[in-house]
């Protein structure tokens, strides 16, 4: 079997968030970047150790993802690293492989980008979160809107394929209320090929927890702005994610399809579709904590991302006469109360049902016995 996807975790960022809970650390130094390049030196040859034992090899990667923590901060350095290993791995990239690093504001350089360009990646995603000053402020983002414009400016420049990252459900006040419609009217003059829309989740402690705007204003800022991109030519084929045509993710689908990824870098977690093998690694050491998932784990999950994607569930999913006839009657409930529709033997929830999809899962657990 063959491995064809690789996503990498780079945990280092020029500030913590205070909302974020990715696992990430401000370095001192760079010896503490050179720890960390060794460290995935050593997961490298575990990870390949594990593919043997379990029958996998690397394949032609088609898809990368390099992740964070703030990856563009990797600059030249980080380029040359994963060249480095594709040599000495001796893997090879595909002609279509999507290669997508992340990039932060004000954490990248032009020598750095073009690099990591010329090194194969072909798709920047963005963490740019408001277009707004104040709330980038509020969300205790290390870059300003300047940072936002240079980085906007050098992807035009580059003639780059990028995705945007926004963020929802921010605090409002009567004082401080946000118009992401317009913001995202200014981003679209950029012409990013997808935009991912994540709402704030919060710990109970965190510093503006007393000004999160309630569910019901989330559900309108949510749908609004599902109605304003699907109007300009985006299509809402995840839950959080929007895409022009052909645009999609390639390898977030992979995760979404519960295909296999694999995975490298401190907390990154890796799957083996085939073995139902899932692997997380520790922070400090070229160890991880495996996990086999039982049978009725798989299809819990399977089901959840068929309907977290506009492909949708099968009718037929269970294979089983009572089930399907079970959900069969679930998901007419679903249409007549306008949060999806029937199409190809295929339930595909629109956004509303997106929005709520955690309750209709309930839904199912409640109706149907697994």
Known sequence: MHLNSLYLHYPFCRHLCNYCDFYKNVPKNDDEVTKFEALLGQMIVRQKSLMSELGYQWGDLETIYIGGGTPSLWGRRGA???????????VSITSNC??????????????G??????SGVNRFSLGIQSLDSRFIKLLD????????YATLEKFKEMDA?????FMLGLPQSETLNRDVIKELETILTYNPSHISLYILTTKDHYVHQSTIPSDEWIEKEYLAVSEYLQKNGFEHYEVSNFAKKGMASKHNLRYWQMKSVGALG?????????????????????????????????VLETLYMNLRISDGLSLTFFNDKEKDEQLAVIAESWINRGLGEIRGRRIILNSRGFLILDFLMDEIFSKINF
Do not use: C, Q
């Open 80 to 90: 040359g690293y994963i060249r480095n290993f594709l040599l000495n791995e001796k």
């Open 98 to 111: 999507e290669f997508t690093l992340e990039v932060n504001p004000g954490s990248w350089t032009s020598e």
């Open 113 to 118: 980008l073009e690099d990591w360009k010329k």
């Open 141 to 148: 983002r290390v870059h300003n809107i300047d940072d936002v």
């Open 161 to 165: 394929n990028f995705s945007v990252d």
């Open 266 to 298: 401190p907390s990154a977690t890796g799957y083996l579709s085939e073995k139902n093998y899932r692997y997380k690694w520790k922070v400090s050491t070229a160890d991880f904590v495996p996990e086999v998932l039982e049978k009725k784990d798989v």
